[in-house]
């Protein structure tokens, strides 16, 4: 069974300082995918990044940054030089191969993080 | 603006009446989905349909019903309310071969 652990359940940091979100996640396939989302106050799911098993790289966009690692079966997110607007619940998700489950997405638990100006 | 709708927005419902909550996309996704999200849970799947006229269980399928009798439209119907029921849903699709999952606005429920 796949599931999907977010120790941190609270983070809270000051404007402009560097956070790390972690993500462990377990399964038993060789063929997954994972997963990020936002979630801000108004309650919406904002889909923020997909990376399938197979492919390690790191990556980033703007003040986003991801890292996987197969070998710790992590896949961390790191917001640099946070605003006030990264405040919001952050999601990682995990989903085995499109042919099981129906692209069933296992979420961890989530992690509140507040930015505070 | 192409995306999901979810309606209604909010419902408080008594113990014992039935409701269906509805959901709506646009984007020809072939898969959709009926999440549950409570306090320090997360999201947990209830049922998921990966085409039109099939459905399939999720993680917690108890006391909720699905239907996709066409590509845009997956409704979830609680027969029965009852208190444990109370949470935000979520509806989401995507495509088939692509795992992205985009999710509605969410329909905040109470059962009392």
């Known amino acids: 069974a796949q599931k999907v652990t977010q120790a941190q359940t609270e983070i809270s940091v000051v404007e402009k300082e560097d956070v790390t979100l972690d993500c462990v996640y377990e399964t038993r396939d060789t063929t997954y995918y994972l997963f990020w989302y936002k979630q801000p106050p108004s309650g919406e799911l904002v889909f923020l990044i997909r990376?399938?098993?197979?492919?390690?790289q790191n990556e980033i966009s703007g003040r986003y940054s991801w890292n996987f690692q197969k070998s710790t079966s992590s896949f961390n997110f790191t917001i640099t030089a946070s605003q006030v607007v990264d405040s919001a619940v952050y999601f990682c998700a995990l989903s085995e191969a499109p042919e099981n489950a129906g692209n069933m997405l296992t979420f961890g638990g989530g992690t509140r993080l507040m930015v505070k100006p | 603006t192409a995306g999901i709708t979810q309606a209604p927005t909010s419902q408080i419902l008594a113990a014992g009446r039935s409701m269906t909550l509805r959901c709506t996309q646009d984007m020809r996704h072939n898969a959709m989905y009926w999440y549950r999200q409570d306090l320090g849970l997360g999201l947990r799947l209830i049922h998921y349909s990966n085409t039109a006229g099939t459905t399939g269980k999720g993680e917690v399928p108890d006391g909720y019903s699905v239907s996709r009798a066409n590509t845009d439209d997956f409704p979830l119907t609680l027969a029965s309310a009852v208190p444990s029921q109370t949470s935000v849903y979520f509806c989401a699709s995507s495509k088939v071969h692509y795992n992205e999952q985009f999710f509605g606005p969410g329909t905040r429920l109470t059962v009392l």
């Open positions: 990376r399938n098993s197979f492919d390690e």
